[in-house]
């Protein structure tokens, strides 16, 4: 089954309805919508993909998400994509976008956070493992296990951003 997305150019603006795949394999810049997970302690959710998903089976990431639907904005597809992966529909809250190049392919990336107090159930065919780890234990983790690449360059977007003052800090 296809997965449609919106094809949008290098500042964002929709250009056509493309397949998913198509995009990827083109190189086409699309949107994908992504959310950094805290629990009332303020740590950090961390998960490892399940063996079966098609990108990145078996890696670590400390952002849950997915592509934006057709219309649908970068808000709406993190509060989808959270619901969808953990059952869980807490707030979410933009935090910014940037152009990321991507492991596999380029795209337009919005990051939110949500601070999630109710029991997630992650769905098993995307989520193989979870945890809660502060700052300090994500930072370890990102040196001995295999994150997903994309994963990583946010991880320094939100790091830079922070050490410039341009957003508030997501990690």
Not at 86 to 92: A, I, M, N, Q, S
């Amino acid at each position: 089954m296809s997965e449609l997305v919106e094809r949008v150019n290098e500042h964002d603006r929709v250009l056509a309805v493309v397949d998913r795949r198509e995009a990827i394999r083109n190189k086409w810049l699309h949107r994908i919508a992504t959310t950094v997970c805290r629990d009332a302690q303020g740590r950090i959710l961390v998960h490892r993909r399940s063996e079966g998903v098609s990108r990145f089976p078996g890696q670590y990431n400390w952002l849950i998400g997915g592509a934006v639907d057709i219309g649908e904005s970068y808000e709406d597809a993190a509060a989808r994509e959270l619901a969808e992966e953990l059952g869980v529909r807490p707030p979410v809250r933009f935090v910014f976008k940037f152009l990321c190049r991507g492991a596999i392919s380029p795209y337009w990336l919005g990051v939110h956070e949500a601070v999630v107090t109710e029991d997630i159930v992650p769905d098993p065919a995307e989520i193989a493992w979870h945890a809660w780890l502060t700052e300090a234990e994500l930072r370890d983790a990102l040196q001995r296990w295999p994150f997903v690449p994309d994963g990583v360059d946010v991880l320094q977007q939100c790091l830079d951003r922070r050490r410039h003052g341009s957003a508030r800090p997501v990690s």
